[in-house]
């Protein structure tokens, strides 16, 4: 099978820059709403996670006074 399998062949014209940069543009607002809920998530795994091995112990020992 070729290097280029499944793309433009090589004599196929480049879009102008504009387009290109459209593209570009598109491309990336499509994949910044999956980066966005993805930071998300781990906002609040992280969040979960540092209240319940920091905040809560912490809490806690206060609490008793110890």
Same mark, same amino acid.
């Given at each position: 099978? %070729? &290097? $280029? *399998?499944?793309?433009? %062949? &090589? $004599? *196929?014209?480049?879009? %102008?820059?504009?387009?290109?940069?459209?593209?570009?543009?598109?491309?990336?607002?499509?994949?910044?709403?999956?980066?966005?809920?993805?930071?998300?998530?781990?906002?609040?795994?992280?969040?979960?996670?540092?209240?319940?091995?920091?905040?809560?112990?912490?809490?806690?020992?206060?609490?008793?006074?110890?």
């Amino acid at each position: 099978m %070729p &290097d $280029n *399998a499944g793309l433009e %062949p &090589d $004599n *196929a014209p480049n879009p %102008p820059p504009k387009r290109r940069f459209s593209e570009r543009l598109k491309r990336l607002k499509s994949g910044s709403k999956k980066a966005f809920w993805l930071w998300v998530g781990y906002q609040a795994v992280k969040g979960a996670l540092t209240t319940a091995l920091i905040w809560i112990p912490l809490w806690l020992i206060w609490w008793r006074g110890e």
